[in-house]
């Protein structure tokens, strides 16, 4: 437990205080509690053996000063806790969005989003509710059995030892209920799975829907939620008879005090103290079914609470994972680019093998090849977006480990074949290009980028908002509106991954104009499938297997009749194809 508070503590340093100080208030509150009681069993002695009206009346107006100070000291507790909570849920999600900001391109490829929300979001939920609840709980689930023992023997010993012995069955039925840490360890996982891919399944609801797939034409969420039945199922059929049994033994337990206690005046005991205690036991059976409930929950949610932040902190370092460690250097001097033995692989499998060659400053080339042959994976090296296995990559005679991140950030502009546009206006969107840009730059870029015709079909011009009231853009539209970004961003490397993939006959020139207008006078890098986009490049090199097998304008490689014109033959093959 102390472990588990630790590591929740190092996201509020500065309101450790609040915790040290639910945690006293809680357990004064216990104390009061127990006062109350034990002013209880006071008030049925002077009733039923002594006769001490007044001294009852007394301990009547005691048992409400302290339940009443037991219920308002433990709601500020919960209060204090509370506070506790809820800085502490916005610390770790600011934490995880702070780490999701800074992650390494490799942690998206293999985390999907939905498990990214689950974790960060719903998690940092949970911590909050451990921290509210559990820090006074815990107090009262540490305090209680104590004092409740001792009060326990100090009005009958021997009650006191059927007590004891309660307890300890009630021990074994409760590690019999909820099992070992590794089924609840499984358990856990398959909610987590489950709820992941739920959110997965939601988002991609249209295309979904498109193709009639149902849930369980859904492998992976049919999976996910047969294992979670499987899981719960078990779970509750391992529940049955511990759990009826445990809640028959504390429910029943001033039942087995009455004979026990019919026992007690056979050898000679004062009926009236008899009687005192049994009623007394009667009323502090739900004390002690309660307490006993508030230590076994506090146990599982204790073990819940550390598997939440587990993978919390787990998904934290997966960011950290793979990513490029970066250098000082503040400013390229060319812009010329060099692989030199390069090797990378995803996982075990090495994607590129010992490649090497140089791009020169100025020139556009276009990377071609069959799908899975590494061209989009040299882009994002060049990028810096994961770490080497071993070799090098240059930029202006210097390796992009020894560049700052916001240098390479800011010399290297990528458009993707599906570019992401955010629900604000066109105007925002492009200055996310450059948050210090003028409106003048602005719309210039948007000019550049030949997006006059976008503009003028709304009222609001530049300032739309893109998802909104119907408006909507096609995937050529927003493509020129991402490239409006990165002529604002001014990066002198541009990389264009299936870029020109979205263009529709609408859009195909204003596209290419617009891509005109960004490559001027850069270093561009094209990955293509549309192979009549790239017959005017400076150089085209064909990738096949992490490797170039060839490099040259295209005139050349077509007169070599080699891989480039086998797959030149193929696109034009499937460019003649109609359905008749």
Known sequence: MFKLYKKLFKYVPERKTFAYGSMLLAAISTICLMASYWYL????????????????????????????????????????SHMLGFRLETNIRKTGLKNLI?????????????????????????????????????VVAGMLPILMFIMTFAVDYRLGIL??????????????????????????????????????????????????????????????????????????????????????????????????????????????????????????????????????????????????????????????????????????????????????????????????????????????????????????????????NSGSIKIGGYDIREYSEETLLQNISFVFQNSKLFKTSIYENVKMGDQNATREEIMNALHLAKCESILAKFPKKENTIIGSKGVHLSGGEVQRVAIARAILKKSKIIILDEASAAADPENEYELQQAFSNLMKGKTTIMIAHRLSSIRNVDEILFIENGKVIERGNDTNLMNLNGRYRELQNLYEKANDWRVM
């Open 41 to 80: 069993w006071d008030l049925f002695c002077e009733l039923l053996v002594t006769k001490d009206y007044s001294a009852a009346i007394k301990d009547s107006k005691l048992i409400v000063i302290y339940m009443v100070s037991y219920g308002v000291i433990y709601f500020v507790a919960l209060m204090v």
């Open 102 to 138: 800074n992650a390494s391109f490799a942690f998206f490829d293999t985390n999907p989003s939905g498990k990214v929300r689950k974790i960060i979001d719903d998690n940092a939920g949970e911590t909050h509710s451990t921290v509210a609840h559990l820090i006074p709980d815990n």
């Open 163 to 388: 007590l004891a012995i309660t307890i300890v069955v009630g021990i074994f039925q409760y590690k019999s209920m909820y099992g070992g840490e590794e089924f609840m360890m499984a358990y856990s996982n398959s909610l987590e799975k489950m709820s992941s891919e739920i959110i997965e399944y939601v988002r991609g609801m249209q295309v979904l829907k498109i193709f009639g797939i149902t849930v369980r034409s859904y492998k992976s969420l049919l999976d996910a939620i047969l294992q979670y039945s499987k899981n719960t199922y078990e779970y509750s059929l391992s529940c049955r008879k511990p759990y009826v049994s445990f809640q028959t033994l504390f429910n029943t337990y001033y039942l087995i005090c009455i004979p026990c206690s019919m026992y007690f005046i056979t050898k000679g005991e004062q009926a009236g103290m008899i009687l005192a205690k049994v009623i007394f036991f009667t009323c502090f059976s739900g004390v002690i079914f309660s307490s006993f409930m508030k230590v076994m929950f506090a146990s599982q949610n204790n073990f819940n609470a550390g598997q939440v932040i587990d993978r919390l902190e787990n998904l934290i370092d997966g960011m950290k994972n793979e990513k490029l460690e970066h250098g000082e250097r503040k400013e390229f001097k060319h812009y010329d680019i060099e692989f030199d033995r390069v090797f990378f692989k995803y996982d075990e499998k090495y994607i590129i093998e010992n490649l090497s060659f140089k791009l020169d400053e100025g020139k556009t080339f276009a990377l071609v090849g069959p799908s899975g042959s590494g061209k989009s994976t040299i882009a994002k090296l060049i990028s810096g977006f994961y770490s080497l």
